[in-house]
């Protein structure tokens, strides 16, 4: 049972995905510009610094709020929309707000995901179960949180190894690679850092599908990745030449 993995199940056509591993400060990091101004879908009282009388949502505003909200440790899940400016909220209808309730208790959306009024590019939904549903009105913006994370991942792996050696730097995913990860992705893909190994200076990072994707929650939830899922392939990364690779050893 992997205890370091990146799970991804991404859909391009509603412009979500659902993650396990990938970390609120993955988000913070690989997001090119963070919203300057959130609805906490959670009606987080303590976390807010602002309140929306019309729709009775409590607010987070500005950048640097915004990103201490997220990097906060908290019991409690983390849900927001991001939106453009208050008048915007307030020319929300009843059922408008309804929707975002709707979207809070049951962590989907009831129509799109992207308002014409909230103007918002980002939505954000923790759920009970560890994983996270997260919807990017610019699909590509997924890429570099996607990169962050495995770079982070691999550098942790590293580290734990290699107690007495200096950090390891990582160049930067080459971008093909990354959009095969998560066309990939699309029927559900692990990315297992506990059970990576290195031959020759090369770190070969284990890629696996479920054998089953409809069974990848139950996967998740009983984090049996190696019982319930099939390696089709491995992300490498050359310590010594700095390169990027993957290699396929299952058509899915």
């Known amino acids: 049972m992997p205890g370091s993995f990146v799970f991804i199940n991404t859909n391009p056509i509603s412009n979500m995905v659902l993650s396990m591993g990938v970390t609120t400060a993955d988000y913070v990091n690989g997001l090119e510009q963070l919203p300057e101004n959130i609805v906490l879908l959670q009606d987080d009282e303590n976390s807010a610094n602002g309140y929306n009388s019309h729709s009775r949502f409590n607010l987070v505003s500005g950048a640097?709020?915004?990103?201490?909200?997220?990097?906060?440790?908290?019991?409690?899940?983390?849900?927001?929309?991001?939106?453009?400016?208050?008048?915007?909220?307030?020319?929300?209808?009843?059922?408008e707000i309804a929707e975002l309730l709707y979207l809070t208790h049951m962590g989907t959306p009831m129509n799109r995901p992207f308002s014409s009024k909230l103007l918002n590019q980002?939505?954000?939904?923790?759920?009970?179960?560890?994983?996270?549903?997260s919807y990017y009105r610019r699909f590509s913006a997924f890429n570099h949180v996607l990169e962050i994370s495995i770079k982070r991942n691999l550098r942790d792996s590293h580290n734990s190894r290699r107690v007495f050696l200096r950090p390891l730097a990582i160049k930067d995913i080459d971008r093909p690679i990354l959009l095969d990860l998560i066309t990939k992705g699309n029927d559900g893909l692990f990315i297992l850092f506990d059970a990576l190994n290195e031959r020759r200076k090369i770190y070969r990072i284990p890629l696996l599908?479920?054998?089953?994707?409809?069974?990848?929650?139950?996967?998740?939830?009983?984090?049996?990745?190696?019982?319930n899922a099939e390696i089709i392939g491995n992300l490498m990364y050359n310590i010594q030449t700095s390169q990027w690779d993957l290699e396929w050893t299952h058509k899915n």
């Open 64 to 95: 640097n709020e915004v990103r201490h909200y997220l990097l906060a440790k908290s019991t409690d899940p983390k849900k927001f929309i991001d939106f453009n400016d208050v008048d915007g909220l307030n020319s929300l209808m009843a059922s």
């Open 122 to 133: 980002y939505i954000y939904l923790e759920q009970g179960d560890g994983t996270v549903r």
């Open 209 to 227: 599908a479920p054998k089953d994707p409809d069974q990848a929650a139950m996967i998740l939830r009983t984090q049996s990745i190696t019982e």
